[in-house]
């Protein structure tokens, strides 16, 4: 959680468009390592939804920009031992990812060339593809909801005759 906070205040701190790019670049990466982390030692219900995520950890291609170059402070997401509530992390998460697609926007909207604003929107793809894990990854951890049937997935071949 310290990890998530200490990523949303430098975001929120950020005033220019390299800043913004680069605070959203390691929210990115930390929401990978976080799903990494679920991966390998989160609830046993998760570990298998978190698959993707420890393919992306390892260095696979998720659709995500490359990193800004020389981040001064290093990247935070290498200081990541442990995620003791996953519940709790996964909402933070969310919530951090929202805000990166805020501010990514914001200045992809004021981008003064054409480079900027595709680097932008590429982010932007990747926060949202991020978003979407995570939110897949909370309901998985709430279980079956009111109305929800525990079993396949809706067009899965199991039970049809």
């Excluded at 992809?108 to 590429?122: D, F």
């Excluded at 932007?124 to 709430?142: G, P, Q, S």
Aim: glycine share 12%; aromatic share 2%.
């Amino acid at each position: 959680m310290r990890l998530i906070e200490l990523t949303a205040r430098a975001l929120s701190r950020a005033e220019d468009e390299t800043r913004i790019m680069t605070e959203s670049w390691q929210a990115q990466t930390l929401a990978r390592a976080i799903g990494g982390r679920l991966t390998a030692h989160g609830p046993p219900g998760l570990r298998g939804e978190t698959l993707p995520w420890s393919e992306a950890a390892a260095g696979g291609d998720d659709g995500a920009p490359p990193g800004p170059p020389g981040v001064p402070e290093g990247v935070r997401a290498a200081r990541l031992t442990t995620v003791t509530d996953p519940s709790a992390a996964l909402e933070a998460l969310e919530r951090l990812l929202d805000q990166v697609a805020a501010a990514l926007v914001a200045v992809a909207s004021s981008a003064q060339e054409g480079t900027a604003y595709g680097q932008c929107m590429e982010m932007v793809d990747a926060t949202d593809e991020l978003r979407d894990r995570v939110l897949d990854l909370r309901r998985t951890l709430r279980g079956p909801t009111a109305g929800e049937e525990a079993g396949p997935p809706p067009g899965s071949r199991a039970g049809q005759s």
